[in-house]
Structure formats: C-alpha cells, structure tokens
C-alpha cells in the first residue's frame, strides 16, 4: 500500500499539516507539510487521477513552498517511492534536485531538494 494511505489524517488535520485544493465543492488535491530537524517537508502531494496535467499538484507545490518561505525556510524537501519514475522526471524539471536514496519505512526512497 502507498505510504500516504497509512498516514493518521485526523491527527495530521488536528495539528494543521493538510490542505487541500478544491475545485467548486470537490476535493481534487492534498498536501501534506510541516517542519521537521531537517527542514520544511512535503509530506504528501496528490491529485485526483483525472486531474493529472491539470495544475493542481503543481499549485500545491507552489503553496508549499510560499509556505516555507513564509515560515523562514530557504529550502524545502520530499522524497518518493522509487517506482514513482514520472516523479523522478517532474521534480528536476520544477527545480528540485536529488539528493539522497535510501531505504525508509520499507520503502525505497529518492529525496529531493529545492532552495528557494
């Protein structure tokens, strides 16, 4: 199961770490940030299947990253599951730039980078 499928979201809401896009009255996106030891992490972000190519995560990712910058981050970090290719391919293009693999929580992780 994807690891965003196992996050506790009631807590995570709780502690103001969600935010989602809209569209009209649909939920069609969610991010998933907070601040950790190593900086502002994007947790999670998502979109509805048949939003892909529609801007939304890109949107989240730029909300994310005002937010980083809003909270005095000069950096922002993430990681995906290294079966995630198009991910692989999205992130250098957008300014992020690999900096770790290793294995986390029985996943193979890539991690990513972006200075702002």
């Known amino acids: 199961m994807p690891a ?3 996050l506790d979201y009631p807590a995570l809401i ?4 969600v935010w989602v896009a809209e569209q009209g009255s649909d939920v069609v996106g969610v991010l998933v940030q907070y601040e950790t ?3 502002f992490y994007i947790d999670t972000v998502a ?6 190519g529609r801007g939304v995560g890109r949107a989240l990712l730029t909300f994310a990253e ?3 910058r809003a909270r005095g981050h000069d950096a922002l970090y993430l990681c995906t599951n290294s079966k995630m290719t198009e991910n692989q391919v999205l992130y250098p293009r957008i300014g992020y730039v690999e900096y770790d693999r290793r294995p986390q929580g029985g996943y193979d992780r890539v991690f990513y980078r972006k200075h702002l």
């Open 4 to 6: 965003p499928m196992l």
């Open 37 to 39: 030891d190593d900086g």
């Open 14 to 17: 709780a502690e103001q770490k």
């Open 66 to 68: 005002t937010t980083a």
């Open 47 to 52: 979109a509805l299947p048949r939003m892909h």
